[in-house]
């Protein structure tokens, strides 16, 4: 009986420290959709994301990503991301490649940081350097990414919170005259159905193959729920609506968050 009871005592113990460390994280989660909003969690957060995104057609060409992002926010206005693609597929008229995707490391800067009430846009900047892996195929690669990153909400409690990126790409450097260069604009709309569910729909183009997503203008619909202060799932589909784009695809994903310490906060 009393092993029990101290097993009951160390477990209420360890929901207490789960429940106090994982308050007040403001998670900002980089999925489901391709735009996103000109914020990052709170101070002191650990975040991790992992998705999994398909688009399963023989042309412009099946792929296929696992993809896996942790982010760090040594500040309130400064995010550090490595972010890793431990699968990678792709499939077309040159043949399949199956392997480990590129790593990338980078972070997002707070320019501004967005109130309510206020007519000001958040404002910030993601840098992404993206490395090659240990694969010996077409997937590895070196590249980079610039993304300005803007949104307001609008509103009564600013239940709408528009959201509008748009990014320049360097891509496949190989060697240095082999680099291509391309870009990323995205638009959407994101409505807080309630505090813990956002709806999305987004308009997005590019010209190469980053973000998970082939070559082409897609329209998007999903979702976010956040299901605990620490962790939350998304979801949605995506429509391609150019000549060379993939027909649809789909993604899925989940967030976790865990404050380091307990001296900080946003």
Request: aromatic share 10%.
């Amino acid at each position: 009986m009393k092993v029990s009871h101290s097993i009951l005592f160390i477990a209420i113990c360890i929901l207490s420290v789960m429940r106090s460390s994982a308050q007040d994280l403001n998670l900002s989660p980089t999925r489901p959709t391709i735009a996103n909003s000109a914020t990052v969690q709170s101070a002191d957060v650990l975040q991790v994301e992992t998705g999994y995104d398909a688009y399963p057609q023989r042309t412009p060409g099946n792929q296929q990503t696992v993809d896996t992002l942790i982010s760090y926010t040594p500040s309130s206005k400064l995010r550090l991301d490595f972010g890793w693609s431990a699968f990678n597929h792709q499939q077309d008229d040159s043949g399949t490649t199956n392997g480990v995707g590129t790593i990338a490391l980078g972070g997002k800067a707070v320019i501004y940081k967005e109130q309510y009430h206020q007519g000001a846009p958040g404002l910030a900047v993601q840098y992404e350097a993206e490395l090659p892996t240990a694969s010996e195929s077409a997937l590895q690669g070196y590249g980079q990414q610039l993304t300005v990153l803007v949104n307001h909400h609008y509103g009564k409690d600013g239940k709408v919170d528009v959201i509008l990126n748009g990014s320049l790409v360097q891509l496949d450097c190989q060697t240095v005259p082999g680099c291509a260069y391309g870009g990323q604009q995205s638009f959407a709309l994101s409505f807080h159905a309630q505090k813990q569910t956002r709806l999305y729909a987004e308009i997005f183009g590019q010209n190469n193959s980053q973000s998970n997503t082939p070559p082409g203008t897609y329209v998007f619909s999903g979702f976010y729920r956040q299901l605990s202060e620490s962790f939350g799932i998304d979801g949605g589909l995506r429509f391609g609506v150019s000549n060379h784009s993939a027909s649809f695809g789909t993604t899925i994903g989940v967030v976790f968050g865990k404050r380091l310490s307990h001296g900080k906060s946003n």
